[in-house]
Structure formats: structure tokens, C-alpha cells
């Protein structure tokens, strides 16, 4: 595992300058179930050890840092985009829709979004910032990667128990051989995406 270089102070503070929520979404590279998005604010002092992108930290560690955000971040909130949508709309759109959720389901209006990634659909009345890898650079996402990965990898727990043939507890819906042979062997879910190329 690498070493993680130092992280940049957040860009605002809830003290004396604007709420800023970092954001970040989780699955958009999956072939099964919903797109989660997650929201948090955090206070200055909030700097835990761990905290990193979560593509970067053990399920272990994630379910660590998960109870400690959500109960240090001045607020957090995380949103879904199902299949269907995901269908409809594209992955793309259908994980900004997730993003918008997640910040419209914050009990604390945030004045910027500091986004993970190169591209956003822009949200009424929100001014944001994108950043490539930035779940890597600022905690704020890094903590909504987190919060993101978790409730989401959650579900497909608990997804996986209807559907156990497809070890989604394992493989939280990604193309693994495991998951597309299942896939050859007992024909898609309701869970799976529409149009995403399966096998």
C-alpha cells in the first residue's frame, strides 16, 4: 500500500468562511446495482491517521472510518441513483443525480461542492469546484469516498442474499470472472443494468 503524501488543508472551514462538502460517488464501474453518492462537510480539526482515498484503504479500514465521520463531520448525507435510472439517464448523469441527492438530503446547506473528478452537472444555487483525484488530496472527499464505498458496498450485501449466486458480498456488483460467470450460468437479475455490456 502507498504511503500517503501530505493532504492540503480544506478549503473552507464551518468557522468564519463558507460550508464546503467534499463529494464523491461509488459503482460506477459495476454491472449490478444502484450508484451511491455521498456529501460531507467536515470541521477543520477532523484529520484522522487513515483517512485517504478509499480505493486506497482495507474494507476493515473503511468500516473503521466510517462511524468516526459520521460522527465528527459537521454534517454528511448519502444518496442512490438506481438501476433503472442508471438505464435511462447513463451512468454518468445517473451519478451526478446520486450527488445532487446526497447534497439535497444535507441537514446543513452547504455554499460550495468540492467534487471528485473532472466533470459535474451543476446543481441550482451551488457554486463547485472539480478535482481530479481529489479524494486523494482533500479529506472532505476523501471521506465522502468512504461513506460512498461503505453504504454501498452495504447494500450489495444485503442485495447478495436475494441474489447469492453472484457473490456480491464479495464483489459489490463489479465485472470479476466470478460475477460474469454466474452471469453465463443463471442470466442477469432485475439488479443488473440495463444496456451495460454484461458478458
Known amino acids: 500500500m502507498k504511503t500517503p503524501g501530505p493532504r492540503p488543508a480544506l478549503l473552507a472551514t ?3 468562511l463558507p460550508l464546503e ?34 480505493k486506497q484503504l482495507s474494507a476493515r479500514q473503511r468500516e473503521l472510518l466510517r462511524p468516526l465521520i459520521c460522527a465528527e463531520a459537521v454534517a ?42 473532472n466533470r459535474f452537472r451543476p446543481l441550482n444555487g451551488f457554486a463547485h469546484t472539480c478535482v481530479v483525484g481529489g479524494d486523494g488530496l482533500y479529506r472532505s472527499i476523501a471521506a465522502a469516498s468512504v461513506l460512498a464505498k461503505t453504504f454501498r458496498d452495504e447494500r450489495m450485501a444485503a442485495l447478495s ?6 457473490g456480491w458480498a464479495q464483489n ?28
Open 14 to 16: 464551518h468557522t468564519g
Open 161 to 166: 442474499r436475494k441474489f447469492p449466486a453472484y
Open 76 to 117: 454528511w448525507a448519502v444518496g442512490e441513483a438506481s438501476e433503472e435510472e442508471i438505464g435511462a439517464l447513463n451512468i454518468a448523469q445517473a451519478s451526478y443525480l446520486a450527488m445532487h441527492r446526497a447534497v439535497a438530503a444535507l441537514p446543513i446547506a452547504p455554499a460550495h461542492l468540492l467534487v471528485d473528478g
Open 21 to 54: 462538502a467534499g463529494l464523491d460517488e461509488a459503482g460506477r464501474g459495476c454491472l449490478a446495482g444502484p450508484v451511491f453518492a455521498a456529501a460531507v462537510i467536515l470541521p477543520p480539526s477532523f484529520a484522522p491517521p487513515l483517512l485517504r482515498d478509499s
Open 172 to 199: 459489490a456488483g463489479y465485472p470479476t470472472a466470478a460475477h460474469r460467470a454466474a452471469i453465463r450460468a443463471h442470466g442477469p437479475t432485475p439488479r443488473h443494468r440495463p444496456g451495460f455490456r454484461l458478458l
